[in-house]
């Protein structure tokens, strides 16, 4: 069992930026890769990104946040992250942390995901 708690997130200006933690319980943390994903009001949720179990892996990124957007991880600290930059209003969203087995498997669906966050929200004013 793994539980999973984000924060970082909060209100900012376009062309800002926000840097989301995830911290995750138990001692399996280095086992899962993990992913951001964020849900928008009105729309789907979707994958935002994913990296595989262990620091300085592979990292998968959504197209609309490729070259703003890191994914990163401490395995020591059991944290994740993602660093935001160059935030627009379309970035508006709940974000949520998710663990699952493979890292490109999260990227695709989130049906891949064994464990969730409870979300934290982005807003980015115009």
């Known amino acids: 069992q793994v539980q999973l708690v984000e924060s970082g997130g909060g209100l900012v200006q376009a062309g800002g930026s926000l840097r989301l933690s995830c911290a995750a319980s138990g001692r399996t943390f280095g086992s899962y890769a993990m992913g951001w994903f964020r849900q928008a009001p009105g729309k789907e949720r979707e994958a935002v990104a994913a990296?595989?179990?262990?620091?300085?892996?592979?990292?998968y990124y959504a197209d609309s946040v490729k070259g703003r957007f890191s994914i990163s991880r401490d395995n020591a600290k059991n944290k994740l992250y993602l660093q935001m930059n160059s935030l627009k209003p379309e970035d508006t969203a709940v974000y949520y942390c998710?663990?699952?087995?493979?890292?490109?498997?999260?990227?695709?669906?989130?049906?891949?995901?064994?464990?969730w966050g409870q979300g934290t929200p982005v807003t980015v004013s115009s």
């Open positions: 990296i595989t179990s262990w620091s300085g892996g592979t990292a």
């Open positions: 998710a663990a699952g087995q493979y890292a490109e498997d999260l990227y695709h669906s989130d049906s891949a995901v064994r464990y």
